[in-house]
């Protein structure tokens, strides 16, 4: 691609920078992984999105993540292959369709039948769905795109099946009553993460159960009255001395009249309530493993519809659970058996694609016993050849393998992988396979119908890993790219699809699936709430990019997400990635106004100290540090710390310092001097666009092509990742800690210096003589160097040594560094006597400040009631003020020496 040749502009265009490089790196072939290749492989697999789905911020930070270690793994020669996908998403997908033939067609599914459904649904898909892996593209993802897979794609599929046989043939996979999540809207079982939990203000009723001999009541707490009509006990704990002589005897449940036994048992906390708890093991998992531990009866009450069945009795069957609720209140106070009703705030779960009040329920489903698969899968993390970061996550992680329940498969839908069981009509034999049975083995029946259910979307997902390679066929790619390297998820879904993983990459490849995982983190706006679209804060990153640049919405998702820590995003917070990205343009905006790259600019391997300047000296020495300390900032996944010492180096050492230093060489440096500069730049600039490419790969690759460091068929992508400096290299370059140490205390005399202007209110334009006393022999003889270079920085009429403080320079700021102290003749460029008075103003209004919050903070009234945050804040207030008026009477006493 050939770059056009007229002066850069003035500042940075993404969108034009953006559309011109994508397309390209997609054309030569960038992003493709070859399984026969030579080099090492290094593989992500994307966690797959909902292919309904759009683009966050979250897969923002997710997605640059992953293609910053892609980009800088193929830097080191590495056989990249980053594998993009979607998945199918079952209640997600299916919700979404049927609200759209709902609306466009006033059709339901039942109103068109499975087959005709699944159609529409795969037509919607075509034409909707994938949206966010097109938008993936407007973020500079490396993907390998060729291999994009979908989890309802053929291959997957036989994949899904192969497992679902094989784990039934084993006796892992079982059908069984449980207890699970129902959503009653959707008509389906839900996993816990497809389960939203809201706080709410509800009621806490109680109710009194009589003794069936004996008189008197049981007092039981209840928050879903509706669910008394399936109750088959009352628990008690077995050391209440309230409720001792009660275990064993008999309560009637009133409105249906059931007799019902008191137990014991260890789960009932005596502080809740009354100590006494109603007992229902069909719509209650902790009530269901009590029914199971005393061998009671589970009397489901409900319909899947969330309306009451013949089983609650005839005076609320058909009601809505809610309407039930209300009519069983009613009911109890008329029979003078509600004790009372108290506010209770507590957590409930809603269905997350349904958005209403989930159901637990007793259910026949399909399920895996995930024990025998997790014990294996907790080793893998526990002995280190999984690596968790931050590694806070492996204790989460353990309770969760070490409490592990079954896992409900089965969800009451159309759209997903149908089960492989059929049942036999004669019967009632399953029988399990890829194809229909000709018979039954047990009765010979021919007759059988197919399991209506589809299993849980994470079914696949927890297959992703090697499925999206061929599996279970043995492919080139599956020898090549499995395991993967690295996984780059959120912690939420650590138990539902990393464990998960982890499990089946063990137990079906015999070797892990991923070696290191790294846990993003939450993002929140800048008050501290997490992104939604209720609360308005959740801005649409296509919109960000377009307004600031896709590097500059990377970069800025990056140096505000350190690792394990809560991430507070606003969108002015991508003003720091634009301006850096301008700033980084502007460096080289210069360099190209100064000639052709130096021919040479790969390396510097044969200067020697004699020829370099002490600050390009010093340059080379930060750019090696530089590079070692992101490089293992890479390895240790601290991508926040990538950023910041990106940002460090080429803001505040190589802009603000270097490129100072440098122009005044230019300017007045023999033509050796001006090319050696030159090539010092030129290196230390490639260096520094090849360790910021991960991170902000667009810019870098146009500014790579604008210095002429690549040729017109060339790329960034194929440069070699930056290595530091040897030890001998550093010998010869005279680069070591020493002139790191006097540059930098030369840079602080300077700084210094500055801020003496800024104190006095100097006019930038004007310039000060300058005395410089140093502290030894050997620093003014550094100093002298590069006196043209310094007198630049000072921005200086002239630099003068002197062995000892002025004294006949009349009143003098000074600057104070370990090199040197530096006055500053204030007759010259002050007028005294103005600059007194404007000083001792601000000094009599500082101390005016200052005495009403000394007072403020002397008041025992204020300092007791009010809130804590405002008197911190008056606090530090008067720390700044004592402050303020200290460095205002240095300035006037420098000034009353005159």
């Known amino acids: 691609m050939t770059v056009e040749k007229e002066t850069m502009a003035k500042a940075y265009s993404p969108a034009d920078v953006e559309a011109k490089w994508y397309p390209e790196w997609e054309r030569r072939g960038y992003f493709r992984g070859d399984p026969h290749a030579d080099a090492p492989a290094y593989t992500i697999v994307i966690p797959p999105p909902n292919v309904t789905g759009m683009l966050t911020l979250g897969h923002v930070l997710n997605n640059t993540l992953q293609d910053i270690l892609i980009r800088w793994q193929k830097m080191r020669g590495r056989n990249i292959c980053w594998v993009p996908g979607t998945d199918h998403a079952g209640i997600a997908t299916q919700s979404k369709v049927e609200v759209f033939l709902q609306d466009t067609e006033r059709v339901t599914r039942y109103d068109l039948g499975r087959e005709a459904f699944l159609r529409r649904v795969w037509e919607w898909k075509e034409k909707y769905g994938g949206t966010i892996i097109r938008q993936l593209r407007r973020l500079g993802t490396a993907c390998d795109w060729e291999r994009e897979r979908f989890t309802l794609d053929a291959g997957l599929s036989a994949a899904v099946e192969d497992v679902f046989i094989r784990l039934y043939e084993k006796g892992l996979i079982y059908k069984g009553h449980r207890i699970i999540n129902w959503c009653p809207k959707s008509r389906t079982a839900l996993s816990d993460e497809e389960v939203i939990y809201r706080e709410e203000r509800g009621k806490l009723w109680y109710f009194r159960y009589p003794l069936r001999e004996g008189g008197g009541f049981v007092i039981v707490a209840t928050t879903r009255p509706e669910t008394?009509?399936?109750?088959?006990?009352?628990?008690?704990?077995?050391?209440?001395?309230?409720?001792?002589?009660?275990?064993?005897?008999?309560?009637?449940?009133?409105?249906?009249?059931?007799?019902?036994?008191?137990?014991?048992?260890?789960?009932?906390?005596?502080?809740?309530?009354?100590?006494?708890?109603?007992?229902?093991?069909?719509?209650?998992?902790?009530?269901?493993?009590?029914?199971?531990?005393?061998?009671?009866?589970?009397?489901?009450?409900?319909?899947?519809?969330?309306?009451?069945?013949?089983?609650?009795?005839?005076?609320?069957?058909?009601?809505?659970?809610?309407?039930?609720?209300?009519?069983?209140?009613?009911?109890?106070?008329?029979?003078?058996?509600?004790?009372?009703?108290?506010?209770?705030?507590?957590?409930?779960?809603?269905?997350?694609?349904?958005?209403?009040?989930?159901?637990?329920?007793?259910?026949?489903?399909?399920?895996?016993?995930?024990?025998?698969?997790?014990?294996?899968?907790?080793?893998?993390?526990?002995?280190?050849?999984?690596?968790?970061?931050?590694?806070?996550?492996?204790?989460?992680?353990?309770?969760?393998?070490?409490?592990?329940?079954?896992?409900?498969?089965?969800?009451?839908?159309?759209?997903?992988?149908?089960?492989?069981?059929?049942?036999?009509?004669?019967?009632?034999?399953?029988?399990?396979?890829?194809?229909?049975?000709?018979?039954?083995?047990?009765?010979?029946?021919?007759?059988?119908?197919?399991?209506?259910?589809?299993?849980?979307?994470?079914?696949?997902?927890?297959?992703?890993?090697?499925?999206?390679?061929?599996?279970?066929?043995?492919?080139?790619?599956?020898?090549?790219?499995?395991?993967?390297?690295?996984?780059?998820?959120?912690?939420?879904?650590?138990?539902?699809?990393?464990?998960?993983?982890?499990?089946?990459?063990?137990?079906?490849?015999?070797?892990?699936?991923?070696?290191?995982?790294?846990?993003?983190?939450?993002?929140?706006?800048?008050?501290?709430?997490?992104?939604?679209?209720?609360?308005?804060?959740?801005?649409?990153?296509?919109?960000?990019?377009?307004?600031?640049?896709?590097?500059?919405?990377?970069?800025?998702?990056?140096?505000?997400?350190?690792?394990?820590?809560?991430?507070?995003?606003?969108?002015?917070?991508?003003?720091?990635?634009?301006?850096?990205?301008?700033?980084?343009?502007?460096?080289?905006?210069?360099?190209?106004?100064?000639?052709?790259?130096?021919?040479?600019?790969?390396?510097?391997?044969?200067?020697?100290?004699?020829?370099?300047?002490?600050?390009?000296?010093?340059?080379?020495?930060?750019?090696?540090?530089?590079?070692?300390?992101?490089?293992?900032?890479?390895?240790?996944?601290?991508?926040?710390?990538?950023?910041?010492?990106?940002?460090?180096?080429?803001?505040?050492?190589?802009?603000?310092?270097?490129?100072?230093?440098?122009?005044?060489?230019?300017?007045?440096g023999d033509p050796a001097r001006r090319r050696t500069v030159l090539r010092v730049f030129d290196y230390t600039m490639s260096v520094l666009l090849r360790l910021l490419h991960p991170v902000m790969p667009f810019v870098t690759e146009e500014l790579y092509h604008q210095l002429g460091y690549a040729g017109e068929d060339d790329s960034i992508m194929l440069a070699p990742w930056p290595q530091p400096f040897s030890d001998k290299t550093l010998a010869q370059l005279a680069a070591g800690p020493e002139v790191v140490q006097r540059v930098q205390a030369k840079f602080d005399l300077v700084r210094n210096v500055r801020n003496i202007r800024a104190q006095y209110v100097i006019a930038p334009n004007r310039r000060v003589r300058v005395i410089i006393v140093p502290t030894a022999p050997e620093n003014e003889a550094f100093l002298r160097e590069d006196a043209s270079a310094l007198e630049a920085l000072l921005y200086a009429s002239e630099v003068e040594f002197a062995a000892a403080a002025p004294e006949d320079a009349g009143p003098a700021a000074t600057a104070v560094s370990t090199i040197a102290t530096a006055y500053v003749p204030l007759a010259e460029v002050v007028d005294l006597a103005a600059e007194k008075a404007r000083l001792r103003k601000q000094a009599e209004e500082t101390l005016g400040f200052l005495t009403r919050a000394r007072k403020k903070l002397a008041n025992e009234n204020f300092v007791t009631r009010a809130p804590s945050e405002v008197v911190e804040r008056e606090r530090q207030r008067a720390v700044e003020l004592e402050d303020r008026l200290t460095r205002l009477r240095e300035q006037l006493g420098a000034l009353d020496e005159a």
């Not at 119908?449 to 890993?465: K, N």
């Open 228 to 668: 008394m009509l399936g109750d088959t006990a009352v628990a008690v704990h077995p050391t209440d001395p309230r409720y001792r002589d009660l275990i064993g005897r008999t309560v009637t449940l009133p409105l249906v009249n059931r007799e019902i036994p008191v137990v014991a048992d260890d789960f009932v906390d005596p502080e809740f309530g009354t100590g006494a708890v109603k007992v229902t093991p069909a719509h209650d998992p902790n009530d269901y493993e009590i029914g199971q531990r005393h061998h009671l009866p589970a009397v489901n009450v409900m319909t899947d519809e969330g309306a009451m069945n013949a089983e609650a009795g005839p005076e609320f069957a058909g009601l809505d659970r809610f309407e039930c609720r209300r009519r069983v209140v009613a009911r109890m106070e008329e029979l003078g058996l509600l004790e009372k009703i108290e506010d209770h705030v507590h957590q409930v779960g809603y269905s997350e694609r349904g958005n209403v009040p989930v159901e637990p329920r007793l259910s026949e489903q399909w399920f895996v016993r995930v024990k025998p698969l997790a014990e294996p899968a907790l080793a893998a993390v526990l002995d280190g050849r999984i690596r968790f970061y931050p590694e806070k996550w492996v204790k989460t992680y353990r309770h969760w393998m070490e409490n592990i329940r079954d896992w409900c498969i089965s969800r009451q839908l159309w759209w997903g992988h149908r089960i492989p069981a059929w049942y036999c009509a004669g019967c009632d034999h399953i029988m399990v396979g890829r194809t229909r049975p000709e018979a039954c083995p047990k009765c010979q029946t021919r007759e059988m119908r197919r399991d209506e259910d589809v299993l849980d979307t994470w079914f696949s997902s927890w297959l992703w890993p090697f499925s999206v390679f061929g599996w279970p066929e043995k492919t080139d790619e599956l020898a090549c790219f499995y395991p993967t390297d690295a996984l780059v998820t959120g912690p939420d879904i650590i138990f539902f699809w990393v464990a998960r993983m982890i499990m089946a990459g063990l137990e079906f490849m015999g070797d892990i699936p991923f070696r290191e995982v790294y846990f993003t983190s939450i993002i929140r706006d800048d008050q501290g709430r997490k992104l939604s679209k209720s609360l308005g804060n959740s801005p649409d990153p296509l919109e960000v990019i377009a307004t600031y640049g896709a590097d500059a919405l990377r970069f800025t998702m990056v140096y505000i997400a350190p690792m394990g820590q809560d991430i507070r995003y606003s969108n002015e917070k991508c003003e720091i990635g634009r301006n850096f990205a301008n700033k980084v343009w502007n460096a080289v905006r210069f360099r190209t106004r100064q000639g052709p790259c130096s021919s040479n600019w790969q390396q510097v391997d044969d200067l020697h100290a004699a020829e370099l300047r002490a600050d390009d000296r010093w340059v080379l020495a930060r750019i090696s540090e530089t590079a070692a300390a992101v490089q293992s900032a890479l390895e240790r996944f601290r991508f926040h710390e990538v950023a910041r010492l990106l940002y460090e180096f080429a803001w505040n050492e190589f802009c603000d310092w270097y490129l100072e230093s440098a122009k005044a060489a230019l300017r007045n």
